[in-house]
């Protein structure tokens, strides 16, 4: 009888020592990091917003069924990562202290960058929200997923996002296109490769140009887009720089197009009251979801969103949101805590009833199967385009 008691003491300090994680867990965690400070802290707050009414929204229902049991989710911590990659990469590691089961973020390709060696060392399934870069999925090369095999994003990815927009100009019979982008950004420039790779094969003429972040007076850039008589521009920049660019080309009479990519989120906001934004009419930008659709997964969001904040949630919030919706569909299709467990479950599960993705879709190489939506504006509003 001691033997089996000793032998019982024995397994209990094991499991203690080994954290015994699936025996001992009360609640599902889930660490996040993003820029809650900064030129870019509006995407960070925005995510952690959508992260935090999911949460709340799945305790209030009872919480994520986990083998038989409701467990309650906790996000841990939301680091501030200043869209740092090295601040992401520490991030990473506090949140592994923490022993989430889930890390959501980071936010801008350049942090989750930072942070996926670190993932990747410990197995922990990843699941950034907003992370675009192409290379986050796949390495530099696109041939590393074997490596990157636990991180995904609930959002699609720069190049997608590029060559559909290159397309729908071919399709729109643009013949000249003039790309002006920003070379201090990886964003900008993988969208710009994209699109003229697709606008190119669209038969689409394209010539291109870079700013760097230092340009603040754009007048000069389109000087050569009026000379030459362009009747589309595709900026694909993130909303601050964008306005200015618009508004700057228009004002010089230019009467064509302008297209871009998701990072025009929030463009409409720049616009000062009493200010004329006419010319916004004739701009277009792809983006993850359309925040006035009919759709009742997003017409539920947008309402709880505003009930809880009091704003219109832009995309970031709804892809922080569906992204720990995702996770929870995950565990609750393998029914464990376990990393490993969690990780094939997003590369072989099908993921449903999301805001940013009107049907059901897998994840091939982390990479989420749905379409992007374009956006246009009308009298001082977005409208979806037709």
Same mark, same amino acid.
């Given at each position: 009888?001691?033997?089996?008691?000793?032998?019982?003491?024995?397994?209990?300090?094991?499991?203690?020592?080994?954290?015994?994680?699936?025996?001992?867990?009360?609640?599902?965690?889930?660490?996040?990091?993003?820029?809650?400070?900064?030129?870019?802290?509006?995407?960070?707050?925005?995510?952690?917003?959508?992260?935090?009414?999911?949460?709340?929204?799945?305790?209030a229902a009872g919480g994520v069924n986990v083998d038989g049991t409701m467990m309650k989710l906790e996000l841990v911590d939301f680091v501030n990562d200043e869209a740092d990659a090295k601040k992401a990469a520490a991030?990473?590691?506090?949140?592994?202290?923490?022993?989430?089961?889930?890390?959501?973020?980071?936010?801008?390709?350049?942090?989750?960058?930072?942070?996926?060696?670190?993932?990747?060392?410990?197995?922990?399934?990843?699941?950034?929200?907003?992370?675009?870069?192409?290379?986050?999925?796949?390495?530099?090369?696109?041939?590393?997923?074997?490596?990157?095999?636990?991180?995904?994003?609930?959002?699609?990815?720069?190049?997608?996002?590029?060559?559909?927009?290159?397309?729908?100009?071919?399709?729109?019979?643009?013949?000249?296109?003039?790309?002006?982008?920003?070379?201090?950004?990886?964003?900008?420039?993988?969208?710009?490769?994209?699109?003229?790779?697709? %606008?190119?094969?669209?038969? #689409? +003429?394209?010539?291109? $140009?870079? &700013?760097?972040?230092?340009?603040?007076? @754009?007048? *000069?850039?389109?000087?050569?887009?009026?000379?030459?008589?362009?009747?589309?521009?595709?900026?694909?920049?993130?909303?601050?720089?964008?306005?200015?660019?618009?508004?700057?080309?228009?004002?010089?009479?230019?009467t064509g197009v302008c297209y871009g990519g998701d990072g025009w989120d929030g463009v409409i906001k720049q616009v000062k009251e009493g200010e004329d934004a006419s010319f916004l009419e004739n701009c277009y930008y792809?983006?993850?979801?359309?925040?006035?659709?009919?759709?009742? %997964?997003?017409?539920?969001? #947008? +309402?709880?969103?505003? $009930?809880? &904040?009091?704003?219109?949630?832009?995309? @970031?919030? *709804?892809?922080?949101?569906?992204?720990?919706?995702?996770?929870?569909?995950?565990?609750?299709?393998?029914?464990?805590?376990?990393?490993?467990?969690?990780?094939?479950?997003?590369?072989?599960?099908?993921?449903?009833?999301?805001?940013?993705?009107?049907?059901?879709?897998?994840?091939?190489?982390?990479?989420?199967?749905?379409?992007?939506?374009?956006?246009?504006?009308?009298?001082?509003?977005?409208?979806?385009?037709?």
């Open positions: 009888m001691k033997k089996l008691f000793s032998l019982l003491v024995v397994l209990l300090l094991v499991c203690s020592v080994a954290g015994c994680k699936e025996k001992e867990a009360e609640t599902i965690k889930i660490g996040s990091s993003g820029p809650l400070s900064g030129s870019v802290s509006i995407y960070g707050l925005a995510v952690k917003e959508g992260v935090e009414l999911a949460i709340e929204e799945i305790n991030a990473l590691t506090s949140l592994i202290s923490k022993d989430v089961d889930v890390v959501v973020g980071a936010v801008t390709s350049g942090a989750t960058e930072g942070l996926i060696a670190e993932a990747v060392k410990h197995g922990v399934p990843v699941i950034t929200p907003t992370g675009t870069a192409d290379k986050l999925t796949i390495g530099d090369n696109g041939d590393e997923r074997d490596v990157r095999y636990n991180v995904f994003r609930a959002c699609f990815y720069d190049s997608y996002q590029g060559k559909f927009m290159g397309e729908y100009a071919a399709q729109e019979g643009v013949k000249k296109a003039y790309v002006l982008y920003n070379n201090d950004e990886d964003y900008s420039k993988g969208l710009k490769d994209a699109f003229v790779t697709a %606008a190119t094969a669209g038969n #689409v +003429e394209v010539v291109t $140009a870079a &700013y760097s972040k230092q340009d603040k007076d @754009f007048n *000069a850039f389109w000087v050569p887009i009026l000379e030459g008589g362009y009747d589309c521009v595709y900026v694909p920049d993130y909303y601050e720089n964008v306005y200015n660019i618009l508004k700057t080309g228009y004002a010089k009479g230019y792809t983006n993850h979801y359309f925040g006035e659709s009919e759709s009742p %997964a997003v017409k539920t969001f #947008v +309402e709880k969103y505003q $009930a809880k &904040y009091g704003s219109i949630p832009v995309s @970031f919030a *709804a892809l922080g949101y569906d992204a720990v919706y995702i996770a929870k569909q995950a565990i609750e299709a393998c029914d464990s805590l376990e990393y490993d467990a969690v990780v094939e479950a997003l590369t072989t599960g099908t993921f449903s009833g999301l805001v940013t993705s009107s049907t059901p879709f897998t994840f091939n190489n982390g990479n989420p199967e749905k379409a992007a939506v374009v956006i246009t504006f009308k009298d001082g509003k977005e409208v979806e385009a037709e």
